[in-house]
């Protein structure tokens, strides 16, 4: 085997040991070399189909798939749809998943290795090797690596905190003891800490959800001046430019103030891996030490507000077809638009704007992490061309919604009420209806099989892998022979 490279040796390493280093590492500049270009890849080309009449079978990639793929499945933000993507195509390239044993790998604790289903350590026997690893769990890099290659494709996503605030309040009201205690989320933002206590039943739901998520050490508590949950102002913030969906040249200005002064932080979780030793907790380097070793394990981080962006740098990395990524929304609530940008104030009422500010403030490492991952997500697209990205996403959505029209009824998502079908019903969970889809009568064979792979939400699509690995055995009674007569 070669040398390995500093990005792979960083994943190896994991955080606990990178703690340590890293301290040193930022005296000789190797910090900054890991936020920077070295570890940026340059892309292959994605091969477009041109505009045709919809087909429901994927066109072929002019070079080799990656199929070892490690998605971490944030809560969300949207990465039930990206889940639905990796569902299908691990079905229909006959891919091995590594599957928990109900839905999550133990979730909210720590993932191991040994909650994957059939999973057999080194040394306990033959083993078929995994392709995809994507259920919810709180990532562990350590564990990850005793079921997965190293030279896996690691990627997940990110959405701003301030919509996930105001989806997670709804779907997590009744689990998180905080959001249940309070009347409305503009009453708990306006005074958190009169709801929020670390290390209550569910409360990891209502603060920094997204660095949770990724199983990353927090800070120790430290006491805020009552009613001050915003962070000091930084008399000279950097400018992040972030372009909206679909804005051409117009650009917006993000100010992750959060990032350079965070506010004080979640819980002291005793359990979780060691923090950096040479690191103030609260401190700005803190939260590089943080983005740095995230950067170093994940080779795209996608963010829910460019989703179909997202999905065509995804395809790209990927080496698959278009139609690989192309799909519908899942566990999306009624009344909510997906894939929009909320990064502009711009149209919002003033109450709507300082929810979105508190929000943020509130979630300041998840802040963090979305700056810092919006950012590098549109130094991709720099690379990639927008004029390029433009077309491809126009072509994603074009045959998005074509496919819509030829599989669903209605073409769109349905009131989960009105779906009898319990394979496309949804789980239900939360204030707000969970929409799903009822596929249209009339399709053919081969149609029909792959409408249902885009409408089958994700619980009952990790039922039908489950029985596709691991088929039930089956008991016969034995027969008994008559006794012979004497």
């Known amino acids: 085997m070669g040398p390995l490279s500093p990005a792979r040796t960083l994943r190896l390493w994991g955080p606990r040991s990178l703690g340590v280093a890293l301290g040193v590492f930022m005296t000789i500049g190797f910090a900054l070399q890991l936020l920077g270009g070295p570890?940026?890849?340059?892309?292959?080309?994605?091969?477009?189909r041109q505009p045709s009449a919809p087909s429901l079978r994927p066109a072929l990639p002019s070079c080799p798939p990656r199929q070892r793929l490690v998605f971490l499945k944030t809560h969300k933000s949207g990465s039930s749809s990206v889940l639905s993507l990796l569902h299908r195509y691990g079905d229909r390239h006959g891919l091995r998943f590594a599957l928990p044993a109900r839905y999550q790998f133990g979730y909210p604790k720590l993932f191991q290795?040994?909650?994957?289903?059939?999973?057999?350590?080194?040394?306990?026997?033959?083993?078929?090797?995994?392709?995809?690893?994507?259920?919810?769990?709180?990532?562990?890099?350590?564990?990850?690596?005793?079921?997965?290659?190293?030279?896996?494709?690691?990627?997940?996503?990110?959405?701003d905190p301030a919509a996930l605030a105001r989806s997670a309040f709804s779907y997590y009201k009744s689990t998180s003891s905080a959001f249940h205690k309070s009347p409305s989320l503009a009453a708990f933002l306006a005074n958190p800490r009169g709801?929020?206590?670390p290390g209550a039943r569910g409360d990891h739901y209502a603060?920094?959800?997204?660095?949770?998520?990724?199983?990353?050490?927090?800070?120790?508590?430290?006491?805020?001046?009552?009613?001050?949950?915003?962070?000091?102002?930084?008399?000279?913030?950097?400018?992040?430019?972030?372009?909206?969906?679909?804005?051409?040249?117009?650009?917006?200005?993000?100010?992750?103030?959060?990032?350079?002064?965070?506010?004080?932080?979640?819980?002291?979780?005793?359990?979780?891996?060691?923090?950096?030793?040479?690191?103030?907790?609260?401190?700005?380097s803190f939260i590089q030490w943080g983005l740095a070793w995230l950067d170093s394990v994940f080779d795209l981080v996608m963010v829910a507000?460019?989703?179909?962006?997202?999905?065509?740098?995804?395809?790209?990395?990927?080496?698959?077809?278009?139609?690989?990524?192309?799909?519908?929304?899942?566990?999306?609530?009624?009344?909510?638009?997906?894939?929009?940008?909320?990064?502009?104030?711009?149209?919002?009422?003033?109450?709507?704007?300082?929810?979105?500010?508190?929000?943020?403030?509130?979630?300041?490492?998840?802040?963090?992490?979305?700056?810092?991952?919006?950012?590098?997500?549109?130094?991709?697209?720099?690379?990639?061309?927008?004029?390029?990205?433009?077309?491809?996403?126009?072509?994603?959505?074009?045959?998005?919604?074509?496919?819509?029209?030829?599989?669903?009824?209605?073409?769109?998502?349905?009131?989960?009420?009105?779906?009898?079908?319990?394979?496309?019903?949804?789980?239900?969970?939360?204030?707000?209806?969970?929409?799903?889809?009822?596929?249209?009568s009339g399709l053919s064979p081969q149609d029909q099989e792959e409408c249902e792979r885009l409408a089958t939400p994700e619980l009952q699509y990790k039922d039908k892998l489950d029985a596709k690995q691991f088929p039930p055995t089956v008991s016969l009674p034995l027969k008994t022979s008559r006794p012979l007569s004497p």
Not at 39 to 48: S, T
Not at 223 to 235: F, L, Q, S, T
């Open 305 to 440: 507000e460019y989703f179909d962006e997202s999905l065509v740098l995804l395809a790209d990395a990927l080496c698959w077809g278009l139609d690989d990524v192309v799909g519908f929304m899942h566990n999306a609530q009624a009344g909510r638009k997906q894939g929009l940008s909320t990064v502009s104030n711009s149209g919002l009422t003033a109450e709507d704007r300082q929810l979105t500010a508190r929000a943020r403030a509130w979630n300041n490492l998840d802040w963090a992490l979305y700056v810092h991952f919006n950012r590098s997500l549109w130094a991709r697209i720099e690379k990639y061309g927008q004029g390029r990205l433009q077309k491809a996403v126009a072509e994603l959505r074009a045959r998005r919604e074509a496919l819509a029209k030829h599989c669903l009824v209605g073409g769109e998502a349905s009131d989960p009420k009105y779906i009898t079908d319990r394979r496309f019903r949804p789980f239900q969970f939360g204030s707000a209806k969970v929409l799903g889809y009822i596929l249209r």
């Open 39 to 48: 570890f940026q890849r340059r892309l292959p080309g994605l091969q477009l």
């Open 195 to 197: 709801f929020y206590r």
């Open 207 to 284: 603060r920094n959800l997204l660095w949770f998520d990724f199983g990353l050490p927090f800070p120790p508590e430290k006491r805020a001046k009552r009613g001050n949950i915003h962070p000091p102002r930084d008399p000279n913030p950097p400018q992040l430019q972030v372009l909206p969906s679909g804005a051409g040249p117009r650009a917006q200005t993000l100010n992750p103030n959060a990032l350079i002064h965070p506010v004080s932080t979640v819980t002291d979780h005793r359990s979780q891996i060691s923090s950096p030793a040479s690191f103030d907790l609260g401190s700005s």
């Open 113 to 159: 290795a040994s909650r994957v289903k059939g999973y057999r350590p080194q040394g306990g026997g033959t083993q078929l090797p995994f392709h995809i690893l994507c259920h919810h769990m709180r990532f562990n890099l350590k564990e990850v690596l005793q079921v997965m290659p190293s030279d896996s494709f690691f990627f997940s996503i990110v959405r």
